[in-house]
């Protein structure tokens, strides 16, 4: 079923196309160079006033953001390791990535229960997949915190990059309008324990509702 037939219409099937579309060219372009030039700690949308920011020592990949009509893909890393011209390096170095939805004429503000029926459905599971394919991906858990959903999701798809874990947490919550999707993902070769996971992402959520002024959306 379609998430705008689950979200009463909130939410328009731009959604689908921006996590399936958006994460898997981006994912694909990340960057392993470090980059030229001074870091780049956040990222202004073309077509909105949102900010894409993150915790302390974490910068941009250039070359892995994708800013379109559709939605926005935004790639984030240790700062060091991202960039020459720094030493700044988080206290929890993981990847961080940042989604957001496509310009829609409905306001795009589905509560908890109505983003989490989504995503415990075959169509959101295939959303959430790195090769769009709802047996790839588990929800292990889900969480409601203030108005902002968790998931910790298993990804099994061949397409999720080598070099990170299958285990991640995202939450999904509403600014000016658009859902944003922020989650945090470990490096296999710097794993990290589920509880330093979510102080990550908790920090993520944090500093994006600090750059835009705003708290999360009520239900």
Known sequence: MPISKLLGGAAPAALLCMILGLMAGGLAARSFTPLPGPPIRSHELAATDITIL???????DTTATRDTDAGVFVMMGDCARLYYETTEAPEISAVLTA??????????????????????????RAALSTDGQSDTVE??????KDTVLWLQLEDSSTARPAGLSPLSWRALLSLQDRL?????????????EDAALQTLLDQ????MLTANSQSAATE
């Open 204 to 207: 993520f959520i944090a500093e």
């Open 139 to 144: 929800i292990v858990q889900t969480q409601v």
């Open 99 to 124: 989604l957001v939805s496509g310009p829609s004429p409905i306001p795009q503000q589905p509560n908890t229960a109505q983003l989490e029926r989504f995503f415990l459905s075959e169509a959101g």
């Open 180 to 192: 944003v999707s922020l989650a945090v993902t470990a490096h296999l070769e710097e794993p990290l």
């Open 54 to 60: 993150g915790p302390p020592g974490y910068c941009i």
